[in-house]
């Protein structure tokens, strides 16, 4: 248990300081998805799924390891005296490999994965405390870099996250001074090259370091929160800008915004977007939200959500098809209109690579179940060719452009294409 782990820490950390030859290292894990496992499964499955987890890893003890339950889905194991550092890493790839294979609990295959983070103590001494700290950063870091791996701590690690912390502090700043911009990226009709919608994608005017993209700051906003102000400010500025354009003559398009999931499980959501349409006086017609496949895992809100929208007349597209939780059920039930294809399936799509079949099959389940699909970044003629072989509806990448700024939009297509019929 942790209090047992922690006395052998210490008392390792006093042998050292005290001038032995002793070597420690913690490998700190936490099972990728065990929140999905808990929160669908019943609370018994869920501790028999643990119990079964803490086989495994008892399985793979070394004479000198210690292995922990911390607590929930995080155990660590106490890597001690070991001649040669590469014990470690070889540790974690054995514990990774562990769940390879899924866990049965009655008739239920469940799948999982851990992160691990690697703390090494270092030729200078430390806390046990600190020690903890770094392999919890490690830890949050193979979070980051997309789980199922383990990432070693190094001293760059938690300069990172104090630059990190830094930026945390500006981006509540930013909130009230009304930094961010929204830029636009078209969404074409392949066959004619008309442009038929755009994309808002958010950036971030930061005082210092300048215009910073969406990557180096949403998952920031979603762990602290402030994702729901900043997105309410989204889909705002958003749809006031859609019927600027329309009152100024323009054919109208459609504007779709990204919603972060915890945005998206915000109880005003829907109240909050009849509200910017009744305000900004844009048609719901013109609106389109893009949310994950994640969304679909809290089935039954997410359903009556996704209906209330529907209702609206809110458009809904399903972004990065196929990267997440691929359910046929969700597909077939919620009222889908588009089906964005994630760009690392399009961007493999030539010489019989499988993702071609996959983007095909895909374009034929979606067409089927009466939903229109969107193919995420175009970058070659090839693929744009590819695509309109396989009736793909509407296409989006840098091969037609980058996403840019409202004024840019307005030069380079809105004038341009005034005099062409809407078809979208
Ligand atoms: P996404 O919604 O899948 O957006 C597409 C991303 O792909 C955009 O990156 C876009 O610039 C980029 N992209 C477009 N065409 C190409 C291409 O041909 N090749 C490649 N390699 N990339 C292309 P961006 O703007 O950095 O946004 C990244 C992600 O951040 C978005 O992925 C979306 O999930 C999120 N995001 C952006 N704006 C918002 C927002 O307002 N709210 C929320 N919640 N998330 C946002
Ligand atoms: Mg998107
Ligand atoms: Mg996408």
């Known amino acids: 248990n942790r209090r047992y782990i922690n006395e052998e820490i210490e008392n390792i950390i006093k042998e050292i300081n005290a001038g032995h030859e002793r070597s420690l290292a913690l490998l700190f894990i936490d099972l990728d998805r065990f929140k999905v496992i808990n929160d669908n499964f019943s609370h018994s499955s869920g501790d028999v799924f643990l119990k079964k987890v803490s086989e495994r890893l008892s399985s793979c003890l070394g004479k000198n390891d210690v292995l922990a339950r911390m607590g929930g889905d995080e155990f660590i194991f106490l890597l001690k005296d070991f001649e040669n550092p590469d014990y470690i890493t ?19 295959e469940l799948h999982t994965s851990a992160s691990i983070g690697i703390a090494i103590y270092p030729d200078h001494p430390i806390s046990m405390e600190k020690l903890m700290i770094y392999a919890d950063n490690a830890m949050y870091q193979a979070k980051e870099k997309g789980k199922n791996r383990y990432s070693v701590y190094t001293s760059g690690l938690l300069a990172g996250m104090e630059d990190e912390y830094r930026l945390e502090t500006d981006l509540r700043r930013a909130v009230e001074n009304d930094e961010f911009v929204l830029h636009y990226q078209p969404q074409i009709h392949p066959k004619t090259g008309k442009i038929v919608g755009l994309e808002a994608l958010i950036r971030w005017q930061h005082p210092s370091l300048g215009l910073l993209p969406s990557g180096k700051f949403i998952k920031l906003a979603e762990d602290n929160g402030l994702i729901n102000q900043i997105g309410k400010w989204v889909i705002s500025e958003a749809s006031s800008q859609n019927k600027k354009w329309q009152d100024a003559g323009y054919n109208p398009l459609k504007v779709s915004v990204n919603l972060s999931t915890q945005q998206f499980l915000t109880k005003d959501l829907v109240t909050f977007m009849e509200d910017t349409l009744a305000r900004t006086g844009l048609d719901p017609e013109y609106l389109v ?9 809290e089935y039954e809100y997410s359903l009556k959500v996704l209906k209330q929208l529907k209702e609206i007349g809110i458009g809904i597209s399903i972004d990065d098809f196929g990267t997440g939780y691929s359910s046929l059920t969700y597909l077939n039930n919620f009222p889908i209109d588009f089906i964005k294809i994630d760009k ?19 374009i034929t389940l979606a067409h089927n179940l009466q939903m229109q699909v969107i193919a995420e970044g175009v970058e070659t003629k090839e693929q744009l060719d590819f695509l309109i072989d396989q009736q793909c509806d509407f296409v989006q990448g840098f091969y037609f452009s980058k996403p840019l700024s409202a004024n840019e939009i307005e030069r380079n297509y809105l004038e341009k294409n005034n005099d062409r019929e809407r078809d979208y």
Do not use: R
């Open 90 to 108: 070889a540790k974690a790839e054995e514990v990774l490999k562990l769940f390879d294979e899924s866990i049965f609990i009655g008739n239920d």
């Open 289 to 297: 939200v893009e949310i994950t496949e994640y969304m679909a895992m």
């Open 344 to 362: 690392s399936f399009v961007s493999e799509i030539m010489n019989d690579h499988p993702n071609a079949f996959i983007v095909k099959a895909i």
